[in-house]
Each structure stands twice: as structure tokens, then as C-alpha cells.
């Protein structure tokens, strides 16, 4: 075999593999550990169902407390799903949503609850995913059961 084609076949593989390998961005993950942390930190406070998503939208825990009724599972999962889809707590959403006439068909798509009790989880500037408490109260306490569930997490429902 020549040598000048040798190294030149040589020099062809190498350059191909480093156009093969992008340098893709870096996430930081939701784990089913914090999931876990979440979803208890919430259901030792708060009376109803809990529902954990991780940043693609992926269901990781769901906790319904003794007693809670069977739609409040789909409802937290919404109220999730709402939130991160829209990186907003859902009962701000839901504010923005009633003020705004061109925005008043949201509440038709299945996927979205807008009701209170749906978060963001952001750490740092980045979303890792979302939180839904449905059942404990109303809208209002169940963002609440959230909201501290995600401080003591060290989570934030706003970038940062």
C-alpha cells in the first residue's frame, strides 16, 4: 500500500469523526429522587394528589393522598403539564389567559388546565421540569403545597 495514501486515507477518517461527534448542549436533569423529595415534601403538608414531570414532559411520580378523588390524578398531571409547557405558574397563566380575549380558546386544548396549582421547576435559568397539586383546597393552596415543596428542594418556579 502507498504511504501517501495511507495518510491520506488516515487524515480523511479523523476530520470525518470529528464532524460526527456535535457538541450537543448539556441539561441538567430532574431525577425520580427529587421527584420523590417533591411529591412527599408536598403530601406531608397538603392533603391531595401530587404529580412530578421531568423537563420532556415525562411522568416521574404521582401521589394521591387516602381519600382524594380519582380526577384529581389527570388534574395534577395537566396542571403539570401546563406549567411546563408554558413556564408559568398555571394560576398566573390562567389570570393572563382570562385578561387576554385572544387566549380565551386555551382552556379548549385537552392538554392544558388552567387552574391553580401547576409549576414551573427551574434550576438556575434552567427548566427541569413541573410540579401539579390538584385537590387540596383550590387553586391557590394547591400552588402553595408546590411552591414549598419546591423551595425545599432548592428549586426556584421562575428563572433565576
Do not use: W
Request: aromatic fraction near 4%; include cysteine; charge should be neutral.
Amino acid at each position: 500500500m502507498n504511504v501517501k495514501y495511507l495518510v491520506a486515507s488516515l487524515a480523511i477518517g479523523l476530520s470525518a469523526s470529528v464532524f460526527a461527534s456535535p457538541e450537543l448542549p448539556r441539561h441538567a436533569d430532574l431525577d425520580l429522587k427529587t421527584a420523590r423529595l417533591l411529591a412527599d415534601t408536598a403530601m406531608s403538608s397538603c392533603t391531595g394528589t401530587v404529580s412530578v414531570l421531568d423537563r420532556g414532559g415525562n411522568l416521574l411520580v404521582t401521589l394521591r393522598g387516602d381519600g382524594v378523588g380519582p380526577h384529581n390524578t389527570a388534574a395534577s398531571q395537566r396542571k403539570a403539564y401546563t406549567a411546563l409547557s408554558t413556564k408559568n405558574p398555571t394560576r398566573l397563566f390562567a389570570e393572563r389567559a382570562r385578561s387576554n380575549p385572544e387566549t380565551a380558546n386555551l382552556n379548549t386544548l385537552d392538554e392544558l388546565l388552567l387552574l391553580g396549582g401547576g409549576i414551573p421547576l427551574f434550576a438556575g435559568d434552567e427548566l427541569v421540569g413541573a410540579m401539579g397539586v390538584a385537590g387540596s383546597g383550590g387553586g391557590e393552596q394547591d400552588e402553595n403545597c408546590a411552591t414549598r415543596a419546591a423551595d425545599k428542594a432548592g428549586l426556584s418556579i421562575t428563572r433565576s
